[in-house]
């Protein structure tokens, strides 16, 4: 099959929900992708986060192998093993009581906020419902999460909404604590470094105090780790280098290793909010994705495993600014989730340019190249794009 083939194949077969680049993918090993004419780049999108152990991960794959063989999907009637096993990792190495398995970020999103609203209904009654997310944040594409999704821009053309969403300015305590006085929340979600909107790692003092006001009027606060989670930054969770616990946390994009699988955990105060009848799913937490996400937290949630994703993350960034390129204006980010601000007019030039020496990167809000690589990317292949970046950034 030839790129072009296939591009007009797609166009006649798919709806044109994204705007994709003119690369067909084939294959992957570790942090090497392979396109249908045989070219090989470096990856830094995993897959938008995603492949956090690369492309033929063999341990990866032959847990899924393995488990492909035996049993792929039982439902929720049924009690299997790689499930409560996934959901005791994530809660052994958090603190956090217990977890419930979605399949994507989105609707593990959507879960924290269905256990906002019953718990504070069972607890206050039925007015208190609103859920307080940020600007600039981005929760998911479905009805509610796409209104939890602090932009406008994602909102036109989808009303009317479910209601019970507004939003505070990132950053500002004032509207913080001006939104956060108001008797309907019952709780507030943030991204802790916000991805979509342009790799921007909140202030910590911003989030203890969201976390502390929260804590003192009962409001549940949501950390959504869907793209930070899992590794990225460096620890298993974000909140955990950001000094808070949160009530609910979801997580999703790296928990499978390019498998579907979605989760909410929730601390011991929410851990029974939901009862039979509840709430539910027909994939959620089934044996071939649970085995998927058993054998990645495996190997990621180990100190050496982190400490090396922090490591390089730093090395990555460090790397970048000491090429000191007038066209990059900001370096940000935390563990192997780094954004290069670029501007508006350059982004979209540079990622074409890239490509063309080998390197996979993505976009993120309107000015900034967002790196995401695998975290098991080595300092030789840092080394070969940060070479590629020198000859194209300006
Ligand atoms: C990707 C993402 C989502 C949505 O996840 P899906 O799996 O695409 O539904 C939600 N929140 C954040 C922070 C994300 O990065």
């Known amino acids: 099959m030839d790129f072009n083939t296939l591009k007009k194949r797609e166009n006649k077969s798919l709806m044109h929900t994204y705007g994709r680049f003119d ?14 004419d045989g070219n090989e780049y470096i990856d830094l999108t995993s897959g938008i986060g995603v492949n956090a152990l690369g492309h033929g991960h063999e341990a990866l794959v032959t847990a899924i192998r393995e488990q492909a063989g035996k049993l792929m999907q039982a439902s929720n009637l049924f009690y299997t093993e790689p499930m409560v096993d996934a959901a005791e990792r994530l809660a052994d190495s958090t ?43 981005f929760h998911g594409r479905t009805v509610a999460t796409l209104e939890a999704t602090g932009q406008d821009k994602f909102h036109q ?26 008797p309907a929340v019952a709780g507030i979600m943030m991204e802790l470094i916000q991805g979509e909107s342009g790799v921007r790692p909140l202030d910590p003092a911003f989030v203890q105090e969201a976390a502390r006001l929260a804590r ?62 509840d709430h539910g799913t027909t994939f ?32 990555f960034m460090d790397r970048i600014r000491n090429l000191n390129k007038e066209s990059v204006q900001d370096v940000r980010g935390l563990g192997l989730m780094i954004g290069l601000q670029v501007g508006a007019d350059k982004v979209s030039e540079y990622l074409a340019a890239l490509q063309k020496k080998g390197v ?35």
């Not at 992957?28 to 392979?34: A, I, R, V």
């Not at 507004?166 to 006085?181: H, I, N, P």
């Open 284 to 315: 959620g937490g089934n044996p071939l994705a649970s085995a998927a996400a058993r054998t990645v937290l495996d190997i990621v949630d180990q100190p050496a495993f982190l400490a090396d994703v922090k490591e390089k993350g730093q090395y």
């Open 360 to 394: 996979l990167a993505l976009k993120a809000g309107t000015d900034t190249i967002r790196l995401l690589p695998p975290l098991i990317i080595t300092k030789e292949e840092i080394d070969q794009a940060v070479a590629a970046m020198d000859d194209v950034f300006e």
């Open 216 to 277: 003192e009027k009962d409001i549940l606060f949501m950390a959504d780790e869907v793209q930070t989670g899992i590794g990225r930054t460096g620890s298993l969770f974000c909140w955990q280098q950001y000094g808070i616990e949160p009530d609910l946390t979801s997580c999703a994009k790296a928990l499978g290793g390019g498998v579907p699988i979605g989760a909410v955990l929730a601390a011991d105060k929410v851990a029974d909010v939901l009862e039979p009848g």
């Open 157 to 182: 053309n989808f009303y009317p909404f479910t209601g019970g969403f507004d939003y505070v300015e990132a950053g500002s305590l004032e509207d913080l604590k001006r939104m956060m006085d108001d």
């Open 95 to 137: 603190g956090m009581a217990k977890v419930f398995f979605a399949n994507s970020g989105a609707e593990a999103n959507e879960g924290m906020i269905k256990i906002a609203r019953k718990y504070s209904a069972d607890k206050y009654g039925p007015s208190r419902t609103k859920i307080l997310t940020l600007k600039n944040s």
């Open 23 to 36: 690369i067909a993918l084939d294959h992957g090993k570790g942090s090497k992708l392979y396109d249908l």
